[in-house]
């Protein structure tokens, strides 16, 4: 009896994986879930509506080679202008290997992220291809996805973009749907680090999201502006620090300035440190801008684009004799100033040229008799050059702990020297970097290091030594680990007093 009765509970576990195998495999296509609701549930109405919205949207700028766009994703009669705005950026004649599609959800809350891997999309426009072979091979090598369908059944803020992209594009595409279920930035560091080796121009990014919710017009007005700056320095820190400070000051009836923040947050993991991308803001308008809108209770949209430079604007970073002459200056009274009184002067910047207020790294060396007094420096910054000069010129006087601080007596015959690094740039190829010209910063997930140019005259090192000891030795990702790594080049400029 015991036998018989093992055989048949294996049997009957056979037949239940049987069904469950079978029903993991069959297609399940995503049916509209606010058809009719967010926008037009036929086709004839949708097409009329599209037609209407990109009739009246901010033209094509022109930017060239479009990588990823952050639009709307309300109902169309609201924010539809806004995101056909921001569509209307990209090349519609391009056949992109992906279009991902990322959002923030509004109805579950999950680690990681879920992709939709079960089947294609569905609107009123008709039938959109899901590249599931890409979808399920990320799930299955990044533990941080899933595929759970709850994270897409009833969710709109992707479902309101395909149709923009139905709509306008001249080629076929294929969309990757990612819905984010997180709330926390490490997870979204781990999200980007998943996708970065998709992040190119040969695919492109669309995040969904909406700014502020419910404060009055004005007041929103000032946080979308605030966010969308934000955003545009292209700083996840700057981001994180501005939503933190409308949290801890909160303006009236303001539930969140950006819905969507983990998406956007995601995307600018992606971006940030490469100085050959830019974000570009295209247009502002909030609900109370729409004939059905209140304007007592907003909600804030915004359209911005992230593109590649052109070549006109990625001409090799340059520091004037004029500019250096004020960086010493600015460095030598700064140092005065802090040790006599522990104040830092406000320097007046309205002759400063556009160099010495760029987003720089610096080191700010400090020589005695010719003998070292101090060194310190950031590698990356998100301020200006001249500040960043400023702050190290203090450090270096007074925080370097090889060093007591230096006094009032020794500024006399103490000489001041300054390294700065020009913006970082990505490269795709070891073949892009120059021994003795470029510094390399190599990073791969949470791991990242740097050696600066000078490094390959002192030690005589070979391109591949050059990789390969920063990403064993300063990034600890192993000789090879630079090889499917992100890797960024930079130059130092170096002067002096003497």
């Known amino acids: 009896m015991i036998t018989a009765h093992l055989l048949f509970l294996t049997i009957a576990s056979f037949i239940l994986a049987t069904i469950q195998s079978q029903g993991q495999n069959k297609k399940i296509d995503r049916q509209p879930a606010v058809a009719g609701q967010f926008y037009p549930g036929t086709k004839q109405q949708l097409l009329s509506m599209l037609e209407q919205l990109f009739a009246k949207a901010v033209p094509t700028k022109h930017i060239s080679d479009v990588r990823a766009i952050i639009v709307p994703h309300a109902g169309y009669v609201y924010s539809g202008e806004v995101a056909a705005s921001g569509f209307n950026q990209i090349d519609f004649e391009k056949e992109y290997e992906n279009i991902f599609l990322i959002g923030s959800s509004h109805h579950v809350s999950f680690d990681g992220a879920s992709i939709y891997s079960q089947g294609d999309w569905m609107t009123p426009l008709g039938k959109v291809t899901v590249n599931t072979e890409l979808a399920n091979q ?287 740039r990505r490269i795709h190829s070891i073949d892009e970097f120059e021994l003795g010209k470029h510094g390399i910063y190599i990073r791969k997930g949470n791991r990242s290091g740097t050696f600066l140019p000078q490094v390959a005259e002192e030690t005589g090192w070979t391109k591949e030594q050059f990789f390969g000891y920063c990403a064993q030795e300063k990034a600890g990702i192993g000789w090879d680990g630079w090889k499917d790594a992100d890797l960024f080049v930079y130059e130092a400029l170096v002067f002096g007093e003497k």
Not at 301 to 313: L, M
Not at 347 to 353: F, I, K, Q, R
């Open 138 to 424: 990320l799930i299955e090598k990044n533990k941080i996805f899933s595929n759970r369908l709850d994270a897409h059944q009833e969710e709109h803020c992707l479902e309101v973009e395909v149709p923009f992209l139905q709509f306008k594009m001249k080629k076929d595409f294929r969309i990757v749907p990612v819905i984010l279920g997180t709330q926390s930035p490490e997870t979204c560091q781990k999200i980007a680090t998943a996708l970065r080796p998709y992040f190119n121009e040969k695919n492109l990014f669309i995040i969904s999201t909406d700014f502020s919710h419910y404060p009055k017009y004005s007041d929103a007005t000032v946080v979308d502006k605030t966010t969308a700056d934000a955003i545009c320095t292209n700083s996840a820190n700057t981001l994180i620090r501005s939503l933190i400070h409308y949290e801890e000051a909160p303006m009236k009836n303001l539930a969140t300035c950006l819905c969507g923040w983990t998406s956007v947050l995601t995307l600018m993991y992606l971006t940030e440190g490469d100085s050959a991308l830019e974000y570009t803001h295209i247009q502002y308008q909030n609900s109370g801008d729409s004939e059905e809108g209140d304007t007592n209770r907003v909600v804030g949209y915004n359209a911005i684009v992230v593109s590649q430079k052109s070549n006109s604007e990625k001409s090799a970073f340059k520091l004037s004799i004029d500019d250096k002459k004020k960086l010493l200056a600015l460095a030598r009274t700064t140092i005065e100033q802090y040790i006599g009184s522990h104040k830092e002067i406000a320097p007046d910047t309205a002759n400063y040229s556009d160099a010495l207020k760029a987003h720089c790294g610096a080191f700010v060396t400090l020589k005695k008799h010719g003998d070292l007094r101090g060194c310190i420096g950031l590698f990356s910054a998100n301020q200006p050059l001249y500040s960043v000069v400023q702050e190290m010129a203090i450090a270096a006087a007074t925080e370097d702990h090889r060093f007591t601080q230096v006094t009032k007596n020794e500024l006399a015959v103490i000489d001041i020297e300054i390294s700065v690094l020009t913006p970082m």
